[in-house]
């Protein structure tokens, strides 16, 4: 990097950083992301991870923590981390160990949690983010990542189920979690907001967890604090469990305030827990720092240290997908898309999946043809319908034959369009070429025989003779009332422009 | 038939497979015994005498239909530690005394496939934690040699229901010499295999990086008999290794094939005089010495070796098997098995109560000592300082082998002592002090008879050997007991006939 643009980017932060200033305030918050891992069993037993079942269905003698069982890692969930690390261009932590996080808890089974503190599989990494993405302000920003470590989730405390008592729900336990630490890099709730929605994207990119935040497999706990600039970092409060994007930047905000509200009254914050009430819109202490346990800390002596092997990483390194960022620069530079189409089309791993099987069929030079199709219609059918790409009953081979029938002049736009809903509603079947089948069986063929077009032309002039003596008189409108009438006799069919020169021709 | 309990278990065997007597006879004998001499000791907490009257019958057919495993109708018990589906497993404490386990351990499922017949779950101090039984919730054991003596422990139980001849073998576990020390107080041999020979799953945990489960007989082929089924790799305990499987009575009929009248020519076996220490008996001291000189008329070597100061081993060993224990121990917490406190007023108060009511002093007394080497602030200077003495003691055992095959040792500083001498705790654990490293180094180790005091006391003489070489060890003290009979000795209790 040239000192050149080394000193622009200082200068953009600075003006950035301004910016962002509360009341005089500076906003420093620190993230900790827990994401459940996809696979099918545990982390340390062999029953399932399904979410929704009966309570303590899903819970084997080793969830349950019955005297005498003991852990085994499951190896699915270290491919898993080790994907994540190299996600985040980390340092891997090749000999990594298991510590026990103790502490009393009923949804805790054992008495302790089995999770990596002294030695994590993740350590120092970084995710390049874009914060208010698509907005004019938005701006680039590298968020560092302090570490990431395997752990494994508790049970659930149920409150409503038995009348005057708790009960104990442990299918949740021992469900594999990767904890994600942020260096405290975020300055604003937008900032906080652009990392976990960087991390979200990743995660679920690599196809290493479902991260579905309404059921929990994504929970975020943002670290705030508030300082003058330049001072030494505030006391910080931790906004727990916080399970949708909307919620994140309101409670962030609430705390900002309230922490900045505090310190104007001449007050001190105080280290605490807090929790996000959504219905009140603000933030509440659950405990404070006289209550934090001391967890006791050791290495689990029932699992052995892990260690990883070079080539182990070299070919996990080799089968990862071309990541977002990556796959976006790619998009705008070697298919020509716009930045806001290569956003889009990158969304997800699945769309951008889809979107280049389409180019693959059509070819690259119609790249920007199949992307307006994936985003615009494609996109906005299955968006209405609130399903996924992944349910789109379009295949991308369907779209991509429909898509040559548009190049090779068979159909208009405007047949294209009831092509793609009959498409859409599956009435061509599953054959790569259901486009073409459509085109037959509904006559949707486009008019490109000039002498055809000529003699609808003609007939369609000798009717509406007021229509062409106002043209002719110099009323321009005229003339696209004259297509109009052409393509409503041809049933739509007729090639526009086709239409338009031989209509010029005769009105001479 | 009176006799059957002194039959060594190749003599059952053989019994078994000529006939002469048949597992439910075999079965009901042992039971017959333990209804009635068992008021004298209390070394059972469980009898399983009707399943196993059933198992007998069922064993018996099968062999009558070809069945040739060699274990097949074989009785025996298991420490009350070891979880047995269907069955209550306390581990000597009031917080499971209604703890029916769901499961079994591997290594009962492992005896079970072999075809022994379990005849119950017999005592041990609470958790494991002690070296006398007497922190058992189902009261002291008696040793059978002399009823005002203690057992030794924490398999207390397990070595007095053998030396009492309720079984020929049982299962033990040793986190710092329960199975040598109470082998040892009761003139058995008994041993501690390479940590991770033996699955720890279903055995409940005290120190999980010590734990290790053994076997206890009247003889060293008595113990690998009941040590084969026992070991190999368990899928379900990340802990257990993968090594190459021996058969160690096969191991013992060669090593007595090929001895002559030097059948230890060639052993050399360590002798360190660290563990020649103050406080070890006279008594004790005279007949470890002369079971060495035994062994050099034999054909051994003896070689002078350096190990770690004793003193230093046990201070190091009181904060790891703490340390672990206070964390292993929160799971009985009165929540979802075990003893729960009655009308707990909230949360708090079901915890401490529960727990307060449920463990025993000295379970209490090691799970507070642990929680302060794990806390904050204490940590380095203890846990830490002691793992760091941990791989000390490791290399110290690993330089020492370099010069010799086997360490020798008194197993234990004195013989078994009288109840009524309340030891103070940490006197108390003065009695680990020969024991406990070969934990901390995760070594293999052996506890033989050797002889008796003048009280008639018996005495043990412990064997250390390299990793992995159990059958190094149960050779030695089989060829050993080839040419003494010390191991022949019975128990006051033993030579009782019902």
């Known amino acids: 990097m040239s000192t050149a643009t080394t000193d622009n980017n200082a200068v953009r932060e600075h003006a950035v950083r301004k910016e962002l200033f509360v009341d005089g305030y500076e906003v420093v918050i620190g993230i900790e992301i827990h994401c459940q891992l996809n696979t099918e069993s545990k982390i340390f037993s062999s029953a399932p991870t399904d979410f929704g079942h009966e309570p303590n269905s899903q819970a084997s003698i080793v969830d349950l923590g019955l005297p005498g069982v003991l852990p085994v890692l499951n190896a699915g969930v270290v491919d898993r981390a080790l994907k994540f690390g190299i996600g985040v261009n980390a340092e891997l932590g090749l000999f990594n160990t298991f510590d026990r996080k103790n502490y009393f808890y009923p949804d805790l089974p054992k008495g302790y949690q089995i999770t990596q503190m002294a030695n994590p599989i993740v350590g120092e990494g970084y995710i390049d983010v874009v914060v208010n993405e698509g907005e004019k302000n938005e701006y680039p920003k590298r968020m560092g990542i302090t570490r990431a470590h395997l752990e494994e989730d508790a049970g659930k405390s149920v409150h409503d189920a038995v009348d005057g008592m708790t009960g104990v729900d442990l299918n949740r336990a021992g469900t594999p979690l990767i904890e994600i630490v942020s260096e405290p890099d975020m300055r604003s709730a937008h900032e906080a907001l652009a990392y976990i929605k960087a991390i979200h994207q990743l995660v679920t990119w690599l196809g290493i967890s479902d991260a579905v935040m309404a059921e929990g497999s994504f929970r975020c706990d943002c670290n705030v604090s508030v300082r003058e600039p330049g001072a030494e970092l505030g006391t910080r409060t931790e906004l727990k469990n916080l399970n949708s994007f909307r919620f994140i930047e309101r409670a962030i905000n609430r705390e900002i305030e309230r922490q900045i509200d505090i310190l104007e009254d001449g007050g001190q914050v105080l280290q605490a827990t807090m929790l996000y009430d959504p219905e009140r819109d603000e933030t509440r202490v659950m405990r404070t720092k006289e209550d934090a346990n001391d967890y006791r800390y050791f290495p689990d002596p029932d699992l052995l240290p892990v260690r990883i092997e070079q080539h182990t990483v070299d070919s996990i390194r080799a089968a990862m997908p071309e990541l977002p960022v990556a796959r976006r620069a790619r998009f705008e530079e070697a298919l020509g898309l716009s930045e806001y189409d290569a956003r889009i089309l990158t969304g997800s791993r699945q769309i951008a999946d889809y979107f280049e099987a389409v180019v693959a069929e059509v070819g690259q030079a119609d790249a920007k043809m199949a992307g307006n199709w994936v985003m615009g219609d494609l996109l906005g059918a299955l968006n209405k319908d609130d399903k996924e790409i992944t349910d789109s009953p379009i295949s991308a081979k369907q779209l991509a034959g429909m898509l040559a029938r548009i190049k090779d002049d068979t159909l208009s736009g405007k047949l294209a369009k009831k092509v793609f809903s009959a498409l859409y509603e599956r009435e061509g079947g599953d054959a790569d070429d259901a486009a073409d089948k459509i085109i037959e069986e509904k006559g949707l063929k486009q008019e490109t025989d000039t002498g055809a077009i000529k003699a609808i032309v003609e007939e369609v002039i000798a009717k509406n003779q007021a229509m062409v003596e106002e043209y002719r008189g110099g009323k321009e409108k005229a003339f696209n009332g004259l297509v109009g009438q052409v393509m409503k006799a041809s049933r739509g069919s007729a090639n526009p422009q086709q239409v338009n020169q031989i209509l010029k021709e005769l009105l001479g | ?498």
């Open chain 2, 1 to 498: 038939m009176s006799e059957l309990h002194l039959l060594s278990t190749q003599q059952l065997i053989t019994g078994l497979q000529d006939k002469q007597f048949s597992s439910l006879e075999l079965t009901e004998h042992y039971i017959k015994r333990i209804d009635a001499l068992d008021n004298k000791i209390n070394s059972f907490i469980t009898h399983t005498s009707e399943t196993a009257r059933a198992q007998a019958k069922a064993a018996d057919e099968m062999r009558a239909q070809g069945d040739q495993r060699p274990l097949l109708g074989v009785p025996m018990a298991h420490k009350d530690i070891f979880c047995t589906q269907g069955v209550l497993t306390t581990c000597g404490s009031k917080m499971l005394h209604n703890f029916v386990s769901p499961y079994d351990a591997t290594i009962v499922s492992n005896i079970d496939k072999a075809g022994m017949i379990s005849l119950g779950k017999l005592n041990m101090d609470e958790f494991a934690m002690g070296s006398d039984n007497s922190s058992s919730y189902y009261g002291t054991v008696q040793n059978p040699w002399n009823l005002e003596r203690v057992p030794g422990g924490s398999s207390g139980g397990s070595a007095a229901a053998v030396a009492a001849g309720f079984v020929p073998v049982a299962t033990g576990s040793d986190t710092g010499g329960s199975i040598r020390q109470p082998a040892s107080f009761c003139g058995l041999t008994g041993i501690k295999p390479t940590y991770g020979r033996v699955s720890r799953f279903g055995m409940i945990a005290y120190a999980s990086s010590l734990d290790q489960a053994g076997s206890m007989g009247r003889s060293a082929k008595d113990c690998a008999y009941l040590l084969q089924p026992m070991i190999g790799h368990d899928p379900r305990d990340a802990t257990s290794i993968k090594y190459d499987m021996p058969d160690y009575v096969q191991d013992i009929n060669d090593a007595e094939a090929a001895a002559g009248d030097k059948p230890f020519a060639g052993l050399r076996i360590g002798v360190a005089k660290e563990y020649f220490s103050a406080g070890l008996d006279a008594e004790v001291e005279t007949a470890v010495r002369a079971a060495l000189k035994k062994y050099e008329e034999l054909g051994a070597t003896i070689v002078e070796v350096n190990i770690t100061d004793p003193e230093i081993t046990l201070a190091t060993y009181y904060m790891l098997a703490p340390a672990e224990a206070s964390s292993n121990l929160s799971r009985f917490d009165g929540v979802r098995f075990g003893y729960r406190c009655e009308n707990p007023t909230d949360l708090l108060d079901l915890y401490t109560r529960s727990r307060s009511e449920g463990f025993g002093p000295e379970v209490q007394r090691r799970i507070l000592t642990g929680t302060y080497a794990l806390s904050a602030g204490y940590f380095d200077a203890y846990y830490t300082k002691a793992q760091k003495i941990r791989r000390l003691i490791v290399k110290d055992f690993d330089e020492a082998f370099a010069s010799c095959d086997v360490i020798a040792s008194p197993t234990a500083p004195t013989a078994a002592y009288k109840l009524t001498d309340n030891l103070d705790p940490a006197t108390m654990y003065l009695g680990d002090v020969y024991t406990i490293a070969v934990n901390l180094a995760g070594l293999p180790a052996l506890s033989q008879p050797v002889g008796l005091t003048s009280e008639g006391l018996p005495v043990g003489l412990q064997l250390i050997g390299k990793h992995w070489q159990e059958s190094q060890l149960l050779t030695t003290a089989h060829l050993f007991q080839q040419h003494t009979d010390h191991h022949l000795q019975h128990s006051a209790i033993a030579k009782e006939t019902v």
